[in-house]
Structures are given as structure tokens and as C-alpha cells.
């Protein structure tokens, strides 16, 4: 096989989806382990790959994605560690694992691609941050960022800055669905049906995120092209600084980066 997993959950499904459309890999060159029945047969159902309950047989793969959650981590390359070659490439996707602990588990040089994607994937538009060791060459690392970018955007970063990307991007969907869901709360609380709330909320958030990527202009500058003088929105401008907003999110990121680190 030339593409495996061990693990199969949502962000494999995700990372599996894209690389299937893009053409990277097909169905049939692409094996998932996973200890779940349940598991492997959605993943088979939807994605057509080989599936199995023997995260070595997945290991033997050219490329092996480690999917499982940091938790897990250690046993699943304790259980591998003695499978993996000289040529392959293990890529991973755990928050808080970093090479030096990646390289210290396998026990041996390893090429590993550390990543931090987040699920937005599941659409095609991810952000992933990827920064690797010292054994992957030129070659393979523009192969991994080519399997990266096919379920969103990828982009290296030093590994130093992994756990700001796991506030800033990894974990901030999160974020951005409890603003959408409370700005539907609101629109409901005045009166506008919940589906059609969340419509609007959702599609403000898209366009005005699609507005800071295509325009180039600092977010602050888009903002005040919105706030007329003496208007509405900087009237709720007003009102979200009073209510700390913006503090809010600083400090929550800072707290998910520090969690992030302590993993």
C-alpha cells in the first residue's frame, strides 16, 4: 500500500476524502487500522480504502499517517515502532507530540512530518501547519505538503509555533461555531426562524473571512469600512469591547496554547 492510517475518525476521513479527490492516491492504494468494528466499516463504506484491525499492517504502508489521539500515541508506535523502514514517512497529527518525543518513541531515525490540520478539512477547507525533522529531504517533503494541501491549505511553520496554531487554527472552529450559534440566538430571540438564523450567521462569517484571505486589508480596516458614524455596528462594536470580547478570545487561546504545550 502506498497511503496508511491507523486510526480512521473524523480528521482521517477528512484527510482521506481529499486525497482520494484531488487523485493523490486511489481507494485501493490507501489501507486504515482502527480497533473499531464500527469504525472500519464506515470508513470502508465511504471511502472504498482497505480497512483492517492491525495497526502494523497499516504501518507497512510507503506513508503512514498516525491518526490516533495524543493519548495514544506512545502505544501505537510502541506497538509499530519495529515495522517502520528506513524510506518511510510518518506523518502526525497530535497536538503536544513533538519530534525530539516523536523521534525518542521510534527509538531510531524516522522521517516524520509534524502537522496540526484542523476540521474544517472535512469540507476541503482546512489549515493545516506542518514542520518536520531532520531526516525528510527536499523530495519528500514537498510530497507531504502536496498530501497536506489536498483537503485545504498547509503552510510551514518552525515547530516552535505549533501550539499557537493549535490556538489560532487547530482548535478555533470551535470558537467560530459558538459565535455563529450565539449570533443565531440572537436573530431567533428577534424573531427570525432558527434554520434562516443560522444561514445568516454562518455565510457572514464565511464572506468575512473570505474578504480578510482575497482583499489583503487588516481585519481593523474591514471593520471600520462596516462602522458608519453614529451607526448600528458601532453601536455592537461598542458593546462586544464593554463586554470584553475581545479579551475573551486572547485569553482563551492563550489557555488552549498552554494546554497544547502541557500534552
Known amino acids: 500500500?502506498?497511503?496508511?492510517?491507523?486510526?480512521?475518525?473524523?480528521?482521517?476521513?477528512?484527510?482521506?476524502?481529499?486525497i482520494i479527490k484531488k487523485g493523490i492516491f486511489r481507494p485501493e492504494e490507501i489501507i486504515g487500522a482502527d480497533i473499531s468494528e464500527e469504525g472500519r466499516r464506515k470508513t470502508k463504506e465511504a471511502y472504498g480504502i482497505e480497512v483492517t484491525d492491525d495497526?502494523?499492517?497499516?504501518?507497512?504502508?510507503?506513508?503512514?499517517?498516525?491518526?490516533?489521539?495524543?493519548?495514544?500515541?506512545?502505544?501505537?508506535?510502541?506497538e509499530i515502532k519495529d515495522c517502520i523502514k528506513d524510506d518511510q514517512l510518518v506523518i502526525t497529527i497530535a497536538p503536544g507530540k513533538t519530534l525530539s518525543w516523536l523521534e525518542a518513541q521510534f527509538g531510531k531515525k524516522v522521517k516524520i512530518v509534524r502537522t496540526m490540520p484542523n476540521t474544517p478539512a472535512l469540507v476541503g477547507e482546512g489549515m493545516t501547519a506542518a514542520c518536520v525533522n531532520q531526516y525528510v529531504t527536499e523530495e519528500e517533503k514537498e510530497y507531504a505538503l502536496r498530501i497536506l494541501s489536498s483537503f485545504g491549505k498547509v503552510e510551514l511553520v518552525p515547530e516552535h509555533l505549533i501550539d499557537a496554531v493549535v490556538a489560532v487554527s487547530g482548535s478555533a472552529p470551535a470558537y467560530v461555531f459558538m459565535f455563529i450559534e450565539a449570533m443565531a440566538d440572537a436573530a431567533?430571540?428577534?424573531?427570525?426562524?432558527?434554520?434562516q438564523a443560522y444561514a445568516f450567521a454562518a455565510q457572514a462569517v464565511y464572506g468575512s473571512a473570505k474578504m480578510v484571505l482575497e482583499t489583503g486589508k487588516h481585519p481593523g480596516e474591514l471593520k471600520d469600512m462596516v462602522c458608519s458614524p453614529a451607526g448600528t455596528t458601532i453601536e455592537a462594536v461598542r458593546v462586544l469591547e464593554e463586554k470584553g470580547f475581545r479579551s475573551a478570545v486572547i485569553e482563551a487561546m492563550r489557555a488552549c496554547a498552554d494546554v497544547s504545550r502541557s500534552l
Open 55 to 78: 495497526n502494523r499492517k497499516a504501518a507497512d504502508a510507503e506513508v503512514l499517517i498516525l491518526s490516533v489521539k495524543p493519548q495514544f500515541y506512545a502505544d501505537a508506535i510502541a
Open 1 to 18: 500500500m502506498k497511503l496508511g492510517f491507523i486510526g480512521t475518525g473524523n480528521m482521517a476521513g477528512a484527510i482521506m476524502g481529499g
Open 188 to 195: 431567533v430571540a428577534e424573531g427570525m426562524p432558527r434554520a
